[in-house]
């Protein structure tokens, strides 16, 4: 076999690859109790400081995964929502339910956040690739259309609500699929959020999606929801709930980019269809 020439053009040396390194900055959820629990760190008078970052990482992919009714799609719409009234573009890619569904689903978040759609609507660009299944199945034309999206519409965000839906009844390709995903959007300076589908209930705040761990460690963080029924006297204390409650769970498992609180918190879906993160476990 003939000797391979080394990639010289891939070795960087740490201030080079500082030059191109983006500045993080916080990035509004429009989530209530979310954006206060990511933070940096800076050195005042020879002592670590901890200074809020005032929402998700810039630049940041992550994962949001738990099992059915959990509020993963309704956290991607406030999201989107919010980026949307702040008069960016967002790309929105549906890959479970076609476009003219999720779009009445984010007006409805929209009017329950307060926020005019008609006013916001232009800046949410939709991919439909629950109806054009070129886009699942064949992931070069998912990028070429996504790339054409982003340069069209100068877009700096991107949800896919499902990237589950990219592997489905393939989970081998899972790794392969979500990475693909993944660095394509960081090669495109893309804020990202992908919801994933659990298997199952058990093991409720692990990361593991469907594909297994390979998803969570591709991503730069991993948000779990999970909910659990009060089935005895031992968890009504625990959660200080009533037997028979669904109560609903939120943890952040880790973030490469910027510091995060990990303790499980929790979370709220109102009666207006908005998601919300309570206090820590615990904490009275």
């Given at each position: 076999m003939a000797e391979r020439e080394p990639l010289k053009e891939s070795i960087l040396v740490g201030g080079q690859a500082l030059e191109k390194a983006p500045q993080i900055k916080g990035i509004e959820t429009g989530i209530e109790g979310l954006d206060e629990l990511f933070f940096t760190t800076k050195v005042e008078g020879g002592k670590v400081k901890r200074v809020p970052l005032g929402g998700i990482p810039s630049y940041s992919i992550f994962n949001i995964t738990g099992v059915s009714d959990t509020g993963k799609s309704l956290m991607v719409e406030q999201f989107t929502v919010k980026r949307a009234s702040s008069g960016e573009k967002v790309i929105f890619i549906t890959v479970e339910s076609p476009a003219h569904f999720v779009i009445t689903g984010l007006q409805a978040r929209a009017y329950a956040m307060g926020i005019d759609f008609e006013k916001i609507k232009d800046n949410i660009i939709l991919i439909d690739a629950a109806s054009y299944s070129a886009l699942r199945d064949d992931l070069p034309t998912l990028f070429n259309t996504l790339a054409y999206a982003i340069k069209t519409y100068k877009a700096k965000y991107t949800v896919v609500d499902s990237i589950t839906g990219l592997y489905e009844a393939r989970e081998m390709m899972a790794r392969t699929v979500v990475r693909q995903?993944?660095?394509?959007?960081?090669?495109?300076?893309?804020?990202?959020?992908?919801?994933?589908?659990?298997?199952?209930?058990?093991?409720?705040?692990?990361?593991?999606?469907?594909?297994?761990?390979?998803?969570?460690?591709?991503?730069?963080?991993?948000?779990?929801?999970?909910?659990?029924?009060?089935?005895?006297?031992?968890?009504?204390?625990?959660?200080?709930?009533?037997?028979?409650?669904?109560?609903?769970?939120?943890?952040?498992?880790?973030?490469?980019?910027?510091?995060?609180?990990?303790?499980?918190?929790?979370?709220?879906?109102?009666?207006?269809?908005?998601?919300?993160?309570?206090?820590?476990?615990?904490?009275?």
């Open positions: 995903v993944f660095n394509f959007l960081k090669k495109w300076y893309q804020t990202g959020l992908f919801v994933s589908q659990k298997r199952s209930g058990h093991e409720e705040l692990t990361a593991e999606a469907a594909g297994g761990y390979a998803v969570g460690h591709i991503v730069d963080g991993t948000m779990v929801l999970a909910k659990v029924l009060v089935d005895s006297s031992y968890k009504a204390k625990q959660y200080g709930k009533s037997v028979g409650e669904i109560v609903r769970l939120f943890r952040i498992d880790g973030c490469r980019l910027t510091g995060h609180d990990t303790r499980t918190h929790f979370f709220e879906i109102t009666e207006e269809g908005l998601v919300k993160i309570g206090k820590p476990l615990g904490e009275k």
